[in-house]
């Protein structure tokens, strides 16, 4: 294998000044760390571990079952808050940090820092929440005027005086909370849902096809947004009419479409998204989490017991994740799916990129991950020489080294790449400065140099 500076190099290159469109969710994260503060903040839940709240989080103590559940559970969830609760959060609770959040905004962010062109929209920007974009003049956002699409610099897109906001809260290994104790580092976010969030852009969804005219690809996300208060029958037509924008946006050519999956404990929600939304991609990414929660829905018995990221990880784990992909793919009638897990990237797909493109964008991801899970941020291209000092995963190695024989291939150095099968080892930070974003930053990293490389027709770097 080439130097991997070299690689690097080439794959910025690559991305220079690549338009993509970049929508629907940002928000600000409050971060705040789980400790004794934030016990005494809070009310102690009857069995804290074990409960799950259903609905919308209303209150210190539902949101108390909620951190501790994920806590004992070892991995990340999301559950959204009342607006009423998320009034409390934001007048009694002071952050640790502030960052940006949702995945649209992640997503745009790194954009910028690698060099593309995004042009990105959501629904509410505020003052606070330009602040958090890292080059918001590299940022073009879409106006109408007589059915014409133009674009202004997102420093012109003030649109409002609320700012939606996402209460992050972060533990690592070991850490307590009503004595529950925390199996991984990982997250819980209780999520605000403002109203502007319905998915529809106004006179934007009627002329979103100029967009696709002007873009190489899409990164698409946060339909799980949407909340009762959105929808007065049902999420059906919102995400009937979001579909229809889809198929609107790829109507001035072959634009291919990138859709973040997200956790939500919404079975109506979820059940409309599935039906409705992702099978108009050609690529959905998920975690370990929310493709269990994808195959679960689907009703499929692929596995008997669907592994989880709560236990020591097994290499072997990488055979039900491939099962899982590939029933779901199937399932969905999508191009591609692609799993971030701890250990490795996977992608199960069919009639997608060539593979290589997608083994370079594979690859090219877990030294973002990595640079992000190091420093906590990705401002320049310059910081990704952090992710290079991060060795890749051994277990995910063997991982994929298992994978290669259970399809009768050969995986070259760790790394995967048939037809229809890519995998390549994670770069696994032990230490991470923060685990909110990750999983975007994984998906749009390897969506976007994937477009680029096979834009490209050159022989990628090996």
Known sequence: MNDAHAQLDADLATLEDLPVFVAYNANVDAIVRVDEELESFLERPSDPGAETPTGRLDSKRELAAAITQTMAAGRGDEIAMTDAFASTLESELPPDSQQMGGQAGIMTNLLTALGTSPITYTYMVSERQLSMFEHPDEVQYPTVEDGQVSYVPLTEAVNTDRTKINWVFEFREGDELFGATAKEDTRFIAASRPPEFDLVAGELDESIDQVGETVEGALLAGYHNLTPDHVADGYEEAHRHA?????????????????????????????????????????????????????????????????????????????????????????????????????????????????????????????????????????????????????????????????????????????????????????????????????DIVSSSSFILELAVAGDGGEPMT
């Open 243 to 439: 579909r229809d924008v889809i198929n609107r946006l790829r109507s001035g050519g072959d634009l291919d479409v990138h859709i973040e999956y997200a956790v939500t404990h919404d079975d109506e929600l979820r059940e409309s998204m599935y039906e409705w939304i992702l099978p108009e991609a050609n690529v959905v990414g998920a975690d370990t989490h929310e493709l269990t929660m994808l195959h679960d829905d689907a009703g499929m018995e692929v596995v008997a017991e669907a592994p989880t990221e709560a236990t020591p990880f097994e290499p072997d784990e990488i055979l039900d994740h491939y099962r899982m992909l590939e029933a779901v793919r199937e399932e969905l009638g999508v191009d591609c799916i692609q799993l971030h897990a701890m250990e490795y990237h996977l992608a199960v797909m069919e009639s997608y990129l060539p593979p290589e493109a997608v083994r370079r964008g594979l690859e090219f991801a877990a030294v973002n991950a990595a640079t992000k899970a190091a420093r906590g941020e990705i401002t320049s291209p310059d910081d990704l020489e952090t992710g290079l000092k991060y060795e890749r995963s051994a277990m995910g190695r063997e991982a994929i080294e298992l994978l290669a024989d259970h399809l009768d291939e050969t995986a070259d150095d760790g790394v995967l790449a048939t037809p229809t099968v890519v995998a390549c080892p994670n770069r696994v930070v032990d230490e991470p400065a923060g685990t909110v974003g990750i999983g």
